[in-house]
């Protein structure tokens, strides 16, 4: 079961908004890119990106159980992840921004070494898995049946968009230091839009039926 054209393109957006957000991640290749170079930065981008499909099999695993055992506890776990999302959403709408990349110092790094060095940073990290059990349950629609295979494209997607604007940041990542640094309101901003995005994706999520 393919998605269809509105879970595509709304989950799509979604997913951009959040990850060109200011965050660890982003950070980080941000800070690789700037201190160590393009190429380093857009390894550790990319790790950083796949590190996503561990945690879209965890989902998937996850929902297709869910659904399967029982109906109710699959809405029990979309209105705790509504719940989460409006957490995280009222945070970002909370913070003052800011948002600076850490400069990192430490010795040359192979460009395998820092691939890798991304995808265990994110695969293990205990926070991307509770966001991805929260995120993709909204856009899975139960009623058309392939929970699983539904999720499974919905991390897909989200894997393949961060890839690709991790691997832009790492290439771009002095332009897009110097200008984050000249426009210091530029990572508030961003914040805002990314918490009105998870605010209302919760409140969705809630009220769904």
Known sequence: MMLTPEQF???LAAAMLITASPGPDNLM???????????QGIAFGLGCALGCLSHTALAALGVSALI???PTA???LKMCGGLYLVWLGMQALRSRGGARAASV?????SLRKLFA?????NAINPKVVLFFLSFLPQFVIAERGGASWQ??????????QAALLFGLLGYFSGAVGHWLHRRPRA?????RAAGTIFVALGVRLIFAR
């Open 9 to 11: 393109f709304g989950f």
């Open 29 to 39: 290749v941000l800070g690789v890119g700037m201190s160590r170079g393009r190429a």
């Open 68 to 70: 399967a055992a029982s």
């Open 74 to 76: 699959f809405s029990v």
């Open 105 to 109: 110092t430490a010795p040359d790094e």
């Open 117 to 121: 060095k991304g995808l265990f940073a």
């Open 151 to 160: 999720t499974v494209q919905l991390g897909v997607i989200f894997t393949l």
């Open 187 to 191: 990572g508030l901003w961003l914040d």
